[in-house]
Nanobody, 121 residues
């Protein structure tokens, strides 16, 4: 079992950068593959990024490629999403998620509550 809490969301202008954090409680953080998703009203969650539990390999969805970067700090039990060149279309609630011993394409078991990111001029 792991509890996830996102932070770092807010209001930014188009073209800005923003770094989201997700702090995890519980044990065996090093054995969890970690993910970032986002959701807009009326839509299902969209996959953004994943980082593997073992090799620190990363995988990105189409919307995130070239602009977003996922990273983790196992000593702090934290996963990050660095976002750049933000657009109005990136406005959404952003969620972190986790699944133990999982491939980067798996559906996560545990989810945070989400943090709102709004891009507006």
């Amino acid at each position: 079992q792991v509890h996830l809490v996102e932070s770092g969301g807010g209001l930014v202008q188009p073209g800005d950068s923003l770094k989201l954090s997700c702090a995890a409680s519980g044990h065996m953080f090093d054995l969890y593959t970690l993910y970032w998703f986002r959701r807009t009203p009326g839509n299902e969650r969209e996959f953004l990024a994943a980082i593997h539990w073992s090799a620190d390999s990363t995988y990105y969805g189409d919307s995130a490629k070239g602009r977003f970067a996922i990273s983790r700090d196992n000593a702090k039990n934290t996963v990050y999403l660095q976002m750049a060149s933000l657009k109005a279309e990136d406005t959404a609630i952003y969620y972190c998620a986790a699944k133990q011993w999982a491939p980067m394409t798996a559906t996560p078991d545990y989810w945070g509550q989400g943090t709102q990111v709004t891009i507006s001029s």
